[in-house]
């Protein structure tokens, strides 16, 4: 008499929900087998028992599968695909808003850029005001309209953070003429 051996099982690992931090980090919740033992691999490395882990910003295929044992047979290898996404910058102003009266511009600073990004300004209403950045230093320089308008700091997307933006609100005073 010979009694084969039973199919395996395994309830499959998740991926887990993950944002750049520059350490390494695992990328999956462990599945679990009661049949044998499950290993893992990440893209094209070697398997073992140790869950995988990764540090750069990027997308990543996990393999698994479960172990011949005793009673039970292997499972096929199968994979998930876990995504470590760009960590959310952040961007502080020295001010949130100002008045300028035409014609003297005034400058305000980008006292915190986490990611190290590129900086650009833009005005929501050039007649009011426009801008420009020179390292951390913004210029902002009152149009010849009296009023209020927006200006966008942005700091580029980079390798690890996404793009984000801060808002400087600029009032726009109208000079006094002397005769």
């Known amino acids: 008499v ?3 051996k039973k199919d395996g099982s395994v309830t499959a690992p998740t991926a887990k929900t993950l944002a750049w931090t520059g350490s390494a980090q695992t990328l999956i919740n ?16 070697t398997y073992s ?3 995988p882990s990764a540090t750069a910003v990027g997308t990543y295929t996990v ?3 479960v172990l011949e044992s005793t009673n039970y047979k ?3 290898e199968k994979s998930i695909t876990v995504t470590i996404a760009k960590a959310n910058n952040t961007l502080t102003l020295s001010a949130a808003s100002a008045t300028y009266t035409y014609p003297t511009s005034g400058t305000f600073t980008v006292t915190k850029n986490t990611s190290g990004g590129s900086l650009s300004c833009t ?3 050039t007649a009011v005001a426009t801008c420009s950045v020179s390292g951390t230093t913004v210029t902002v320089t009152p149009g010849t309209t009296a009023g209020t308008a927006t200006l ?3 700091s580029a997307a980079t390798t690890n953070y996404k793009e984000t933006t801060a808002s400087h609100v600029v009032t726009t005073a109208s000079g006094t003429l002397s005769v």
């Open 2 to 4: 010979t009694i084969g």
């Open 30 to 45: 462990a599945g679990s087998s009661s049949t044998g033992t499950i290993e893992y691999k990440l893209n094209d490395g």
């Open 49 to 51: 028992t140790n869950l």
């Open 63 to 65: 393999y698994y599968k």
């Open 74 to 76: 292997a499972v096929a």
């Open 123 to 125: 005005s929501g209403n």
């Open 152 to 154: 966008t700091i942005k």
